[in-house]
């Protein structure tokens, strides 16, 4: 590892919910790891965790998942840098597996989490990055997203193409628009949000 300190728990917590999702799954978490912010973190001495929530699957998502996790804990170029897990919950509501992952599943000590759909692509290999040194370097925003694409995928599954946004501060606006299925948020923000669950469930655009 580079430089001194850091590192004595998780800086980043990246949270990948999923439902029966195994047609897509895999491509999310392909590109998940492919992304520029493991090196990133590398190079810093910093460390993140991933945790994959499969809520209320009855399909092979979790073991999808778990796959991922354990073959990316031996290949990665950068398998030092993070810990993956995969847990299950019988609750198939989106809101559920929010509330879990910020508040009983990440590590405490984490100063900027993840939320991503496990349907998604990301198509751009510094995404995450960029949407972390948003934040990391403007006190001021409290949520980074990215922008959203549609494309037609093979078969049924609709997947999110995404690319980051250059200006996290037009959250609403042209450049980019919160979508709920990937952004990132400062910890101490998202810790004292907890979620009702009679929010609409995965439709609901706003987790």
Not at 111 to 131: A, E, K, R, S
Not at 159 to 184: I, M, N
Not at 185 to 206: D, G, K, M, Q
Request: aromatic content about 10%; proline content about 4%; glycine content about 6%.
């Amino acid at each position: 590892m580079n430089g001194g300190k850091p590192r004595k728990g998780p800086h980043v917590s990246i949270g990948v919910l999923c439902q029966n999702g195994e047609d897509s799954l895999g491509t999310a978490l392909k590109s998940l790891f492919q992304q520029s912010i493991f090196t990133e973190l590398h190079g810093r001495n910093l460390t993140c965790e991933i945790i994959c929530i499969a809520s209320g699957c009855a399909d092979n998502s979790p073991l999808i998942a778990k796959w991922f996790c354990d073959e990316q804990r031996i290949t990665h170029r950068c398998k030092d840098v993070f810990t993956c897990r995969t847990v299950e919950i019988p609750e198939p509501e989106k809101v559920q597996a929010w509330n879990l992952f910020i508040h009983g599943l990440s590590t405490k000590t984490s100063q900027f989490c993840f939320l991503m759909d496990g349907n998604i692509l990301i198509d751009q290999p510094t995404t995450l990055w960029n949407m972390y040194s948003a934040l990391s370097t403007h006190s001021e925003a409290v949520v980074a997203v990215d922008q959203t694409r549609k494309r037609r995928a093979s078969g049924w599954f609709r997947s999110r193409r995404r690319k980051s946004a250059p200006d996290y501060s037009r959250v609403g606006g042209t450049e980019a628009r919160f979508t709920g299925q990937l952004y990132c948020i400062r910890a101490e923000v998202a810790r004292n949000l907890y979620l009702p669950t009679a929010l609409p469930s995965w439709e609901n655009v706003f987790i």
